[in-house]
């Protein structure tokens, strides 16, 4: 990734800590079957838990990144055992002891099934990004990579009301079509992209009319603002394409079809995001606002081929239950 030297140290500390946090995440286990406010409120007390944390190891007894690798764990532990008390209390069908873990082979096939095409996706994505991040340092250095993370920071934050809206449709919808009521899943779908459309409306307009005003809440320098606000200009386009391939992602998924999700995302990701990135940036010389610009690119690409498998309708004929 071509990583600067002073940054490696910390993020290797920090990197090898915060993965023992993974096995806490079990809220969306109580968003598929009670409810979606819950999980929302268990999440919040976990980031509170995770800020005070941060301010009191980092900020005030100044431990590195370290202590805050073990204040994510801790809260994410915190949240987990919220979670399981909230499932204990409404008599879920499991009870959590160690003698009850043992392994079902048909329940581990539908999971796979479901859960692998996933899962290679996000890390293809993930990995794509990763490219790009190699891209950004070597076009434009330190200020760049700093205007890229600012942007990233933002769009990670900018992105949650839309990944809600879709994980609350992938669960009506795998509800709907497992009773075989397609029209509701069509409607289901519907309302997601209005709302994703309408969230995608309001991002992009802040990104055009406050941009500098976004950099300043990270305290940035003008060197920065040099390269972050081409950038974030050119960024600003993925929430054109991501409402929509967020969407006919989400009933693609939701119907056992996340094969499908895998082709496009993959498909935009090495096929057409990095590829562009390299071009625009290195052959055309257009540098870090070349990379910023096959980002969005890309997503219409990927929501375009999602668009067609939709229409062909084959997510209604193949249904995991």
Known sequence: MSTFEHDLTKGNIWKKLVKFAVPFFISNLIQSLYSLVDPMIFVIIACAINITLDMVLVAGFHMGAGSAAFATIFAQGCSMMFCILYLKK???MFDFRPSSFHFVKEEFDALLRTGLPLSIQMVGTNFSFLILTTFINRAGGVAASAAAGIVNNFNGFAILPQAAFSSAAAAMIAQNMGKGDVKRSEKTM???????LGVSVIVFALMHIFPEQIFYLFGVKAD??????????????????LPFIMSFSTVLTATGNGWITLVANMTSAFFVRIPLAYFLAFVRGHGVNGI???IPLATIVGAIISFGFYLSGIWRKRVIL
Not at 190 to 196: N, P
Not at 224 to 241: K, M, R
């Open 90 to 92: 409404h008599d879920f």
């Open 190 to 196: 519907y309302c997601c992209l209005v709302l994703c």
């Open 224 to 241: 920065v603002l040099v390269y972050g606000l081409p950038y974030i200009f050119a960024f600003s386009f993925e929430y054109v394409g």
């Open 292 to 294: 910023a610009a096959a």
